[in-house]
């Protein structure tokens, strides 16, 4: 099993739409989450970080962690086309650790 | 600002060939990282550089080589192109030690084509 599981997609969406992606992972040491956006042809960009457990909302966005089941969310609110990416979900122990990637998933918003 | 530079952006090699992917970064971080990113297989860590005048194989690292030339840049190596190794490689950055310091910051990538 690897460490961090992120569902493939892809996934389609009409724009409007509430999108909930979603991550597990295995190992509790996990302290530190976040999502990176890549669009096409680009390479990824950090979206949101957070801390432990709890929730953490940036305009349209809400990253979410639940350490008791493993479990790492992103929701998008009112989603729109500019939305349409790869999102990749991450995860580290602490200080001087490196990443662990979910291998990501693809969504597009349909206008 | 540029934050990550990666050169080229693409390259069509044929089986055998080398080739140097360049990679430099101006936010004067001290670590820095290769990865390569193929369908279905998400970002896998080829090296990585803890610090300048330190390199350490990633998860993939077979057929490639590191030069960490100072603290700006780092290279990567391919001695003798395989079919393998067509992918979109990609270098990233980051500054552990800080309250965010994990957190790693990307290039475009290159996109390598080995026929």
């Known amino acids: 099993q690897k460490e961090v599981e992120q569902d493939p997609g892809p996934l389609s969406v009409p724009e409007g739409a509430i999108v909930s992606l979603n991550c597990t992972y295995s190992?509790?040491?996990?302290?530190?989450f976040m999502w990176y956006r890549q669009y096409s042809r680009k390479g990824p960009e950090l979206l949101m970080y957070?801390?432990?457990?709890g929730n953490k909302e940036d305009g349209r966005f809400t990253a979410q962690v639940d350490k008791s089941s493993k479990y790492i969310s992103l929701f998008i609110r009112d989603s729109q086309p500019s939305d349409s990416a790869t999102y990749l979900c991450a995860t580290y122990t602490g200080a001087n650790s490196k990443l662990t990637f979910g291998k990501g998933i693809t969504l597009s918003v349909r206008p | 600002n540029a934050g990550v530079t990666q050169t080229p952006k693409f390259q069509v090699l044929k089986t055998g060939q080398s080739m140097t992917l360049q990679c430099a970064q101006d936010?004067?971080?001290?670590?820095m990282y290769w990865y390569r990113q193929d369908p279905g297989m998400g970002l896998r860590l080829i090296y990585y550089s803890a610090s300048e005048g330190t390199t350490d194989k990633g998860e993939v690292p077979n057929g490639y080589n590191v030069s960490r030339l100072n603290k700006r840049e780092f290279s990567l190596r391919l001695e003798s192109a395989a079919p393998s190794q067509t992918s979109v490689y990609f270098c990233?950055?980051?500054?552990?030690?800080?309250?965010?310091?994990?957190?790693?910051?990307f290039g475009a990538g290159t996109r390598l084509s080995v026929l």
């Open positions: 957070t801390y432990s457990s």
């Open positions: 990233a950055s980051s500054e552990p030690g800080t309250p965010r310091g994990n957190i790693q910051y």
């Open positions: 190992n509790s040491a996990f302290q530190y």
């Open positions: 936010m004067n971080h001290n670590s």
